[in-house]
C-alpha cells in the first residue's frame, strides 16, 4: 500500500505556485518585453524552476531524511565556504546593489538561501541533541549563536538585510521553542532596544529610515518611493481590483514588480479578495506545517519541520507586512509567488522535507 | 511529555502567525477603503498626463452687449517627447515646416519632458501650417486649439481696455485688472501613460475648459466711436501734444465714453512706446483746467448766497490789480458793466478775481476739497492722477486770485468731470465707474455689479438747479454758442489754461477745453474735451473745442435717445447763425397756400394735382432757413 503524506498541504504550495506563474507573467510582461522583446522571458525561466523544484521536492519527499541528520556538519561547512566565496569579486556578481549571487548564465543562486536551510538543519540537529545542556548558556545556548551570527555576519557582508533577518530569526524561534529561559528574551529584547538606540544616537538619519514606512511621502524620491509606488498599486486597485492584466502601476512605475513587490500587483489586479486567498494559502500551510511539527515522532523532525515552516512563513509575513506599509522595507522575496530561483527551489525542497516526515506520522 | 512545553510555544508561534495575517489583510481591507480616494487620486496624477486646453478669456462688453475684447481660436504646436518614435524625422520635418534649424527643433523633440510646447515658432500658427503638420500624422505630435485675444475696434478704448501677452495673461488696463476674473480654468485632454511617457490603450479623458468670466463696461459703442472719430479729426487738424474726452453720466457716475490721443492698437501693443501704453490721459493727465473750473467757483458763490447771478452786477475795465499782478480779461478793454450771470457766459477774469475775493481762500479752498480736487476718484482703472492743490498756508492774494478763474492749480480730467457732475445732480459727489457687471457667460449670474457710489454732498439742490440754467445760459448766449443745438437744451463751459512748465507760463501753448452738458435741465451725460497744444487755429476754446463738442453731443443724444426738450432759452443769434423755423402742416392745402405757409424755405413739388397729399420734413419739425420742404401733390 501507498505510503500516506499531508496532501492538503502539497496541494496549497501548488496553488500558490501556480498562481505565482500567472502573476510573474501578469506583473512582469511590460518589463520583460522592454528589457528582452519577450514578454514570457521571467516566466520562462521561473516555470523552469519550478521543473526543477518539482523534481528537488520528490526526491527529497522520497529520500531518508535522516541522512540529511547525518550530513548537517558537511553541508553547513560547504554553505558557510560558499558565502565566503560569494563575497570575492570575480565570483559572486552583484545584482541590485548586493553581491550575493553567483552567475550562471542567465541564471543566479544565492547561497545564503540555502544557508537558510543548512543552519536549520544544523540547529535542529544540535539542539535535538543538546536538549539538556541548554540550561546552561555557555555551553547550550552562546555556541549555537554565535554560529549563527557568523552566518548572519557573512550575509550582512554582501549585503543582504532581509535574508539575514530570516536566518537569525529562524534560529532565535528554534531556541525559543526549544524550551529556553524567558529571561534570555528579555536581556535579548533590552538589549536588542539599547542597542536601535545606540545607533539611532550615532547617526540619527537611522531614525528617518525607520519612520519613512510611517509617511513614505517625506521623502518621496528616496526612502519612501518603492512604498508609494506599492501604495499607489494597492490603493487605487480597491476592494475589487483593476482586473487580471489590468495593473498600471505595472507599468514601468513600481521597479521589477515581478520580485518583492509582487504581492502589490496581486492586490492592484484582484482586491482585497487575492489578498484572502493569498493569506489564507499562506496561512493553511503555516496550520499543516505547525501540525506536521506537533506530531513529529522525534525531536530532530520536530525541530526540522517547526523551523522550515517557521522560516518560510516569517519570510512571507515580513515580505507582506512591506508590501502593505507595516514595517519598513527590508527586501525579501514573498515564497512560492515571487520571481526567483533560489527562492522557489529552498522553499519546495523544505515542502519535500515537511512532506517526508509527514509520512511517518500516518504510517 | 517532555515535547509539551516545545508544543505549547509552537502553538504560540502559530497564533502570533496568524494574527500577523488578519493584520495584513486588514491593513490591505484599510488601504483600500479608506485610503482608496487620496491614493487614487495621487496615483491618478502619477499615471496621467494633460494635454492642456486653453480657457477662452472672457470677453469685454460695451453697456449695449458690443463685443470690444473677442478672441480668435487658433491652433498651437504640442509635442510629447516620449511617444515620438521618428525622432530625427520628426525633428527635420517640423524645422523645415516651421523654418527653424533642424537642431533647435531637436532641442524640443529630444526633450526629457512630458510635455513640451514649441515656444514662440509653434504658437497661433496659421492653418496653413497647422494642416502641414497636421498631415504628418507623427505619433506625440499634437496640434491644440488656443484662443488669442482680439480687439474688433483696433484703438478704441485702447488705454481702458488693456492690452494681454501672448500667454492671454493681462498686462495693462482692465485686462490687467479684472485678469482674475477674465481668465478662464484650462480644460484638458487627460491620457494615462507608463512611466517612460508611453500612452497606454485606456481611454482618454475630456475635461472642458472653463471659459472665463465676461466683463461688461458701462461704456456706449456710440459714444464712444464718436469721441474716437472726433480725436482722429483733432489730430488731424490740429495736430495737438495730447488730446482728450470723457462723458460720464452725471446721476450715477457711468463712464460712458474715454478716448486720449496719442493711442495705441492693443493687437499690436509691442509697436508702442509705453509712455503711450501707459497713460490713459483721461485720468492720468493733469493741468491747470482753465475757465471750465469757473463753474466749481460760481458753485460755490452761489451757494454761499454771496451773489445773485441776475441781480449783482460787476464792472470790468479790462483788467484788475492783485498786489503785483495785473490780472487781465481776455478781452481787450472789458466787458464793461455786466450781471454775474454775465460774467460767467463771458468768462471774464477780472469777475472771477472779485468772486475768489469774496469767497476768501479757505472758502474757496474747502470748496476745492468738496468736490475732490488734490484726491483720486476711486474709477475702477489703474494709473489715476491725483493733481495738486495749494496747501492753504502758501495761498496769498494772488493765488486766490488765479484760482478762481482755474489757473494756479493742477487737476485730472476726470476730477472736473466728476466735480461738474456733483454741481449739476443737485449736489452728489460720485465714484466714477466704467466696470457695469462681471457675469459668468454660460450661467448668466452676475459676480459683480457696480452700482452708483455717493462719496459726499457738495451743495444744495438749489444752487445746481441755478448753475443749470446759468451753463445753459453760456451756450445760448456767452462763450459756447457753437454747441448750441436747436431744440436741445445744451449746458456747457469753455476753458483756455495756459500751460506751465517750471513755474513759468509758455507762449502760445494752451489746453483748450470744453465741458458739454444735455439736457441741461436734466442733465444725461456730461462731456468734457480738451487738446494740449492745439496747432494752426485761434487760441480761443470757442473756436476750437466747441464745434467738435456739439458733433459729440448730437451723438450722445442719438445714443441715449434723449427727447427734444421745450422751454429752452433761444439762442442769442450772431448775423453768421442759421434761423430755425418750425415746419407748418400743409397737407391738405393748396400748392398756392403751401408756398405762402412755407415762405422761410425752399419747396420742391412732386406728383400732379391739386393738393399737398405728403410733405417731408413732417409738421413741427424744427428745420433750418432756407432749406428745402418736399411736397407731394394728388388728387
Known amino acids: ?363 | 511529555m517532555f515535547t509539551k512545553k516545545i508544543d505549547t510555544r509552537m502553538k504560540i508561534v502559530l497564533l502570533l502567525f496568524l494574527f500577523c495575517f488578519v493584520l495584513v489583510v486588514g491593513r490591505v481591507f484599510y488601504v483600500q477603503v479608506f485610503d482608496y480616494k487620496k491614493l487614487s487620486d495621487l496615483a491618478e496624477d502619477l499615471w496621467s498626463r494633460n494635454l492642456p486646453i486653453e480657457a477662452a478669456r472672457g470677453l469685454i462688453l460695451d453697456r449695449n452687449g458690443v463685443v470690444l475684447a473677442d478672441n480668435l481660436t487658433t491652433t498651437s504646436l504640442v509635442l510629447i517627447p516620449n511617444q515620438i518614435t521618428k525622432k530625427k524625422e520628426v525633428s527635420e520635418k517640423l524645422a523645415e515646416i516651421l523654418g527653424v534649424s533642424v537642431e533647435e527643433m531637436k532641442k524640443h523633440v529630444y526633450k526629457k519632458t512630458s510635455i513640451e510646447r514649441v515656444h514662440p515658432e509653434g504658437r497661433r500658427l496659421s492653418y496653413e501650417i497647422a494642416d502641414k503638420i497636421e498631415a504628418l500624422h507623427f505619433d506625440g505630435v499634437y496640434l491644440v486649439k488656443e484662443a488669442k485675444r482680439y480687439y474688433p475696434y483696433g484703438n478704441l478704448l485702447s488705454h481702458t481696455l488693456g492690452y494681454v501677452g501672448i500667454d492671454n495673461q493681462g498686462l495693462s488696463g482692465l485686462e490687467l485688472q479684472y485678469d482674475k476674473y477674465l481668465t478662464g480654468k484650462q480644460g484638458a485632454i487627460q491620457y494615462f501613460s507608463d512611466a517612460k511617457g508611453n500612452k497606454l490603450a485606456l481611454s482618454d479623458i475630456y475635461t472642458q475648459p472653463q471659459n472665463g468670466m465676461n466683463v461688461q463696461l458701462t461704456i456706449d459703442i456710440n459714444i464712444q466711436q464718436s469721441l474716437e472719430r472726433e480725436l482722429s479729426n483733432v489730430v488731424d487738424m490740429f495736430n495737438p501734444d495730447m488730446a482728450l474726452a470723457i462723458v460720464m453720466n452725471p446721476k450715477n457716475g457711468e463712464i460712458l465714453g474715454m478716448a486720449s490721443r496719442p493711442d495705441f492698437d492693443p493687437n499690436h501693443y509691442q509697436d508702442y512706446d509705453t509712455s503711450v501704453l501707459s497713460r490713459n490721459l483721461p485720468i492720468w493727465a493733469s493741468y491747470e483746467p482753465g475757465s471750465t473750473q469757473k463753474i466749481i467757483t460760481t458753485s460755490a458763490v452761489v451757494e454761499e448766497k454771496l451773489i445773485d447771478l441776475e441781480k449783482d452786477t460787476f464792472y470790468d475795465g479790462g483788467s484788475v490789480q492783485v498786489e503785483n499782478a495785473r490780472i487781465k480779461c481776455w478781452k481787450a478793454g472789458g466787458h464793461g458793466a455786466q450781471t454775474f450771470l454775465q460774467v460767467l457766459q463771458n468768462s471774464c477774469n477780472p469777475g472771477f478775481v472779485k468772486m475768489g475775493q469774496l469767497l476768501g481762500k479757505e472758502k474757496l479752498f474747502s470748496y476745492l476739497d468738496l468736490f475732490g480736487f488734490g484726491e483720486k476718484t476711486g474709477i475702477d482703472l489703474n494709473g489715476e492722477g491725483e493733481g495738486i492743490i495749494f496747501p492753504l498756508s502758501r495761498v496769498g492774494n494772488v493765488e486766490l486770485a488765479t484760482t478762481a478763474f482755474g489757473q494756479g492749480i493742477s487737476v485730472t480730467p476726470i476730477q472736473q468731470v466728476r466735480a461738474i457732475s456733483a454741481v449739476l445732480n443737485g449736489g452728489e459727489l460720485l465714484t466714477p465707474y466704467v466696470v457695469k457687471a462681471i457675469e459668468e457667460p454660460e450661467t448668466g449670474s452676475v459676480l459683480l455689479q457696480n452700482k452708483k457710489k455717493v462719496i459726499r454732498k457738495t451743495i444744495s439742490k438749489e444752487t445746481s438747479k441755478t448753475m443749470r440754467m446759468a451753463l445753459e445760459s453760456v451756450v445760448a448766449l456767452g462763450g459756447g454758442k457753437a454747441a448750441y443745438i436747436d431744440g436741445y437744451r445744451i449746458g456747457g463751459k469753455t476753458g483756455t489754461a495756459q500751460k506751465a512748465v517750471n513755474g513759468a507760463y509758455l507762449v502760445n501753448n494752451y489746453i483748450m477745453s470744453f465741458v458739454g452738458i444735455v439736457p441741461s435741465n436734466n442733465p444725461e451725460a456730461v462731456l468734457y474735451i480738451a487738446i494740449d497744444n492745439p496747432k494752426k487755429t485761434a487760441l480761443l476754446s470757442s473756436y476750437t473745442t466747441t464745434p467738435i463738442a456739439r458733433r459729440i453731443l448730437l451723438d450722445i443724444i442719438d445714443a441715449l435717445k434723449i427727447p427734444k426738450q421745450e422751454g429752452g432759452l433761444e439762442k442769442d443769434y450772431i448775423w453768421s447763425d442759421k434761423v430755425y423755423y418750425n415746419v407748418p402742416n400743409v397737407i391738405g392745402k393748396t400748392k398756392k397756400e403751401a408756398t405762402e405757409l412755407l415762405e422761410k424755405f425752399e419747396v420742391e413739388y412732386s406728383g400732379s394735382g391739386e393738393k399737398v397729399i405728403a410733405q417731408s420734413p413732417e409738421s413741427d419739425e424744427r428745420i433750418e432757413e432756407g432749406a428745402t420742404v418736399k411736397l407731394l401733390l394728388g388728387d
Open chain 1, 1 to 363: 500500500m501507498k505510503k500516506k503524506f499531508d496532501i492538503p498541504l502539497l496541494i496549497a504550495v501548488l496553488i500558490l505556485i501556480g498562481f505565482g506563474l500567472v502573476m510573474i507573467y501578469s506583473s512582469s510582461s511590460i518589463w520583460a518585453e522592454y528589457k528582452f522583446q519577450d514578454s514570457f522571458h521571467y516566466v520562462k525561466q521561473q516555470a523552469l524552476f519550478v521543473l526543477v523544484g518539482l523534481f528537488l521536492l520528490v526526491l527529497l519527499f522520497k529520500m531518508d531524511y535522516h541522512i540529511l541528520y547525518k550530513k548537517s556538519n558537511l553541508i553547513l561547512g560547504l554553505c558557510f565556504l560558499l558565502l565566503i566565496l560569494v563575497l570575492i569579486p570575480g565570483i559572486g556578481s552583484v545584482r541590485n546593489g548586493s553581491r550575493s549571487w553567483f552567475g550562471i548564465g542567465s541564471f543566479g543562486v544565492q547561497p545564503s538561501e540555502f544557508a537558510k536551510l543548512a543552519l536549520i538543519l544544523f540547529t535542529s540537529k544540535y539542539l535535538s541533541g543538546a536538549n539538556h545542556s541548554l540550561k546552561s548558556y555557555k555551553k547550550g545556548v552562546f555556541p549555537i549563536l554565535l554560529v549563527a551570527l557568523l552566518c548572519f555576519g557573512l550575509i550582512m557582508l554582501q549585503p543582504d538585510l532581509g535574508t539575514g533577518i530570516v536566518l537569525l530569526m529562524s534560529i532565535i524561534a528554534l531556541l525559543f521553542i526549544a524550551g529556553i529561559d524567558m529571561k534570555f528574551f528579555y536581556i535579548a529584547g533590552v538589549l536588542g532596544v539599547l542597542g536601535v538606540v545606540v545607533l539611532i544616537l550615532i547617526a540619527p538619519y537611522r531614525m528617518d529610515r525607520i519612520t519613512s514606512f510611517l509617511d513614505p511621502w517625506k521623502d518621496p524620491l528616496g526612502t519612501g518611493f518603492q512604498m508609494i509606488q506599492s501604495l499607489y498599486a494597492i490603493g487605487p486597485g480597491g476592494l475589487l481590483g483593476m482586473g487580471f492584466l489590468k495593473s498600471r502601476q505595472k507599468h514601468f512605475y513600481l521597479p521589477e514588480p515581478q520580485t518583492d513587490f509582487i504581492f502589490s500587483i496581486i492586490s492592484e489586479e484582484f482586491g482585497v479578495l487575492g489578498v484572502l486567498i493569498v493569506c489564507s494559502l499562506f496561512a493553511f500551510v503555516l496550520y499543516r506545517g505547525i501540525k506536521i511539527a506537533l506530531h513529529a515522532n522525534n525531536l530532530f523532525s520536530k525541530y526540522l519541520a517547526f523551523g522550515f515552516v517557521f522560516q518560510m512563513i516569517f519570510q512571507a509575513l515580513l515580505n507582506l507586512m512591506v508590501v502593505v506599509g507595516l514595517i519598513p522595507v527590508t527586501g525579501v522575496t514573498l515564497p512560492f509567488l515571487s520571481y526567483g530561483g533560489s527562492s522557489l527551489l529552498i522553499s519546495m525542497i523544505s515542502v519535500g522535507i515537511l512532506l517526508n516526515i509527514s509520512k511517518e506520522q500516518i504510517e
